[in-house]
């Protein structure tokens, strides 16, 4: 089986996803990138946020300044929401914002949104994507 590469942004080392990405057999390098945590296999590229940072970060609008630096950068863009968001959204003042910035995401900035529990999740979730990402082009 080949051995898929995966860039990771050195910010990224610190979350331990990257030594996960190695222990599920894919191999890490790191980069200072610009926009995106992660770039897969055929210039896909991840965004990671925890839900309270997904939140804040659609608050303040540098969600979607992200989106349009993935979407000209890169061939596909994914979103990794890490966490309970609902717990995040419990006193959350516009819940239905939630769901407007996810129709944002998807249709005016082709992007792709996954929700996971935990890191452990999100590293299973870009082995998968990164695995898929060498069969697609």
Request: aromatic share 10%; glycine share 6%.
């Amino acid at each position: 089986m080949k051995s898929v590469n995966v860039v990771a942004d050195y910010r990224e080392k610190s979350s331990g996803i990257p030594s996960m990405l190695i222990e599920l057999g894919l191999k890490v390098t790191y980069q200072n990138l610009s926009v995106g945590d992660y770039i897969l296999p055929n210039q896909y590229a991840v965004e990671r946020k925890e839900a309270g940072d997904f939140l804040s970060s659609m608050l303040s609008g540098r969600l979607f300044d992200q989106a349009y630096r993935l979407r000209e950068a890169y061939h596909k863009a994914f979103f990794i929401v890490e966490g309970d968001i609902q717990e995040v959204l419990n006193g959350f003042p516009k819940p239905k914002a939630l769901w407007g910035a996810l129709t944002s995401l998807t249709l005016r900035y082709n992007g792709h949104v996954f929700f996971t529990a935990s890191k452990k999740q999100t590293a299973e979730l870009l082995s998968i994507i990164a695995h898929q990402t060498t069969e697609t082009r």
